[in-house]
C-alpha cells in the first residue's frame, strides 16, 4: 500500500484522545530550496502502452524497464528502455506455484541478471531473471513470521534482508534469511523523546517508502508526512538524518479507534512531502509532492531533490508533467515516472 494511501480520514463518532500536536521535536541536519547550489528545468517525453493499463513501480535495470500494473489484469511488464519498445509481461498472477498474487515494491537486487519483486499480500519475494521469455521467477523467498512486524522488506547481500518497523522499538533491523534479526538502526523513542508515544504511533507519523541500493549497502526512508529523511549505511553500521526543504511536521490527532490509539493526520489540510524515491551509485533522488490532497488532484510529484549519501543537498530539478513513483539511469542520465493521469504511461526525462 502507498504511503500516502495510508493516510487516514477523520472519523466522526470516534473519541478524540488529546488535541492537535506539531512540533519542535528533532536535531538533525536541515536544508532548505536555497541550499540547492543547482536548480533545473526538465521537459519530459510520454510513452503510453497499450498493454500497461495502471502504471505504478517502476525500476531501471541494464536497459530494462521493468512496471508494476495495478490493473488487476496484468501485475508486472518489462520495456525495451531504449527504444522504449513493449517487450512482455512478467509473472502470473495468482495464488499457487510459480505466481504472485500481488506487487508491492521492485527491487535490484545485489545481481546484474535478475530482479526481485516483493509482494505484501503473499508474503513473498520473488527474484526473476532481467531478460529472459517466461512469465515465472526463478527463485523465491518466503517472508518468516519472525518478519512480519516489518512493514517494509528489501534484499539485501547473502539473502537478508532489511525492514522499516512500524510495531516495536526499533526504527530499521537488518533480518538474516530465517528472520533472525542481525542489526538494528535507531528506536523510535529517540525521534519524538519528549513524548511518551507507543513506538507504533511515532513510526506512523513518520512513515514513508523504504528505498536502497543494495549494492551500496544505501537504504532511506523519505517521510510523507513530514520531509524527515533517514539514511542508513549497512556497511559503515550508521544513520543519518536530515530534514528539508520545508521543515514541515503536521498538526495531528491521536483517537480511540476499536480500542487501539491511531494516528489521525488530515491530508486535506496538511502537506504531503516524499512520495517515494531512488537510491543510485552516489546519488539519493527524492520525489517531493509539497502539497495536501486538496490541491493535488493528479498533479503528484514535480520536483526531485537530489542529495549525496551524506545527506547534503546537490540539485532541484523541477519537471514539466507531473510522476507517481521514479527511478534513475544514471549512466545515460534519464529519469523516468509512472503517470497516473487520464492517459497513464512512463515519462522520460534527460537531467
Known sequence: MKGFGLLLSLIIGLNFLTGCFSKEHSESNKFTFDDFPEKKQLTGKKYVFPEILVPSRILYKNGKLIVSDRSGLAILHRINAKKMSYEQEKAKIGWGPNELPSVWSIDSGVSNDTFWVYSSSGKLFAEFDLADSTKSFK????QTEKMYLATQLTITENNSFFGFMINGEDQFVLFDSLGNIKSRFGKWSEVMPELSYDPYLIADLH????????NQGIFALPSIRTDRIEIIDLNKQTKKVVEGPVNHFPEYKIINSGGEEVIVVDSFKEMLTYNTGFVGGEMIFLAFI??????????????????????????????DQSVLNITVDEVNRKIYGTTIDEEPGILVFDY
Not at 207 to 214: E, F, K, T, V
Not at 310 to 317: C, I, N, S, T
Open 139 to 142: 527463485s523465491s523467498l518466503k
Open 290 to 319: 509539497g502539497k495536501n490532497r486538496a490541491k493535488m488532484g493528479n498533479d503528484n510529484v514535480k520536483d526531485i531533490l537530489v542529495l549525496d549519501f551524506d545527506g547534503k543537498p546537490v540539485v532541484h530539478y523541477v519537471l
Open 207 to 214: 512513515y514513508g517508502d523504504l528505498i536502497g541500493n543494495s
